[in-house]
């Protein structure tokens, strides 16, 4: 086998085989999480700020869990008002539904009769070409379907009503949880009782495959 030919036959392996090795490489490297190290400092001091932390998380996680527990109520009260929306809407749409039957049971009865003239005058034509009145009913009959199919009316968009289950978690998704910014405030605090942080990076996953 000559080298072209080789060469032809695993060249489009060669991309497979790269991805293969390269989804394996993702699947094996090492994983990392960061901690935070805190050293030194004024230990009263210290301990001043880990009881603002405390005092902090329990605010921000009752401030949360009231969001969450209220939820409920704030979503059936939304409730309340899009389905009293809805039902108006609704109203209206039953009215203009009607409205467009009477209006479609006109324009098909009159597009039926015409269309049916339109076969007969069509079929006559295409006969004999010579039937001049023929040809022409057949293209005039012809421009008032197309007309006519420009006129067809179309019924009203029927309005969709409020789902309770989306609007609860609406709701639950706005509350929001803060309590981050008390780690942020503690370690404000920590560096202001003269401790140092240090960040390190840890290897948690696949430990032996770091170079």
């Known amino acids: 086998m000559s080298l072209q030919r080789k060469w032809d036959r695993y060249k489009y392996l060669s991309p497979i085989f790269l991805l293969i090795i390269f989804l394996f490489s993702c699947s094996t490297s090492p994983e990392y999480k960061i901690e935070k190290l805190y050293l030194d400092g004024n230990k009263e001091c210290i301990k001043t700020c880990q009881t603002k932390k405390l005092k902090c998380e329990k605010q921000c996680k009752s401030e949360y869990e009231k969001c969450i527990n209220t939820a409920y109520k704030r979503a059936k009260e ?81 309005p969709t009503p409020p789902d309770f289950k989306k609007i609860l978690q ?42």
Do not use: A
């Open 78 to 158: 939304t409730y309340n008002i899009l389905v009293k929306q809805y039902e108006k809407e609704l109203k209206i749409y039953n009215s203009l539904f009607d409205k467009y039957l009477h209006e479609y049971d006109q324009w098909f009865s009159k597009y039926s009769l015409i269309f049916d003239s339109y076969q007969y005058y069509r079929d006559r034509c295409q006969k004999d070409k010579k039937d001049s009145y023929s040809c022409y009913k057949y293209n005039q009959l012809k421009s008032e379907l197309e007309h006519l199919r420009y006129l067809k009316p179309y019924p009203p968009n029927k």
């Open 170 to 211: 609406d709701e639950k998704n706005n509350c929001i949880n803060r309590c981050s910014k008390c780690e942020e405030q503690f370690d404000i605090c920590f560096t202001t009782c003269g401790g140092k942080i240090s960040i390190k990076k840890i290897c948690v996953k696949n430990c032996d495959k770091q170079k």
